[in-house]
């Protein structure tokens, strides 16, 4: 079993930047892909960024985030984090860890998950 905890969220303004971190416990996820989701109100849960098990050497973004997020992992500290800059009105979401067995945007395809933490960008 792998229990993973976010942390990071909050509230900024448009234009700002927030680093989320994912940290896991139970095992180590050096054998895990990680990924992070996110979800808005009255919305399903949507990929945001995956990154390969071990060296992390692939990373995946949806075509919302690339290029303002940066996805990256500390195999040593078993934390994930997700670097958000230049942030917008419509990333506000609750954002979810994810740890999977392959690098995929499907959520489905991961096994655990973490409660969550709230970001809002306020316009």
């Known amino acids: 079993q792998v229990q993973l905890v976010e942390s990071g969220g909050g509230l900024v303004q448009t234009g700002g930047s927030l680093r989320l971190s994912c940290v896991a416990s139970g095992r180590t996820i050096s054998t895990y892909s990680m990924g992070w989701f996110r979800q808005a109100p009255g919305k399903e849960r949507e990929f945001v960024a995956a990154i390969s ?3 992390g050497t692939r990373t995946y973004y949806a075509d919302s985030v690339k290029g303002r997020f940066t996805i990256s992992r500390d195999n040593a500290k078993n934390t994930v984090y997700l ?9 506000t979401a609750v954002y979810y860890c994810s ?5 995929t945007t499907r959520k489905y395809d991961y096994d655990y998950w973490g ?7 306020s316009s």
């Open 83 to 91: 670097q958000m800059n230049s942030l917008k009105p419509e990333d």
């Open 99 to 103: 740890a999977g067995q392959i690098i």
């Open 53 to 55: 098990r071990s060296g």
């Open 115 to 121: 409660q969550g933490t709230q970001v809002t960008v």
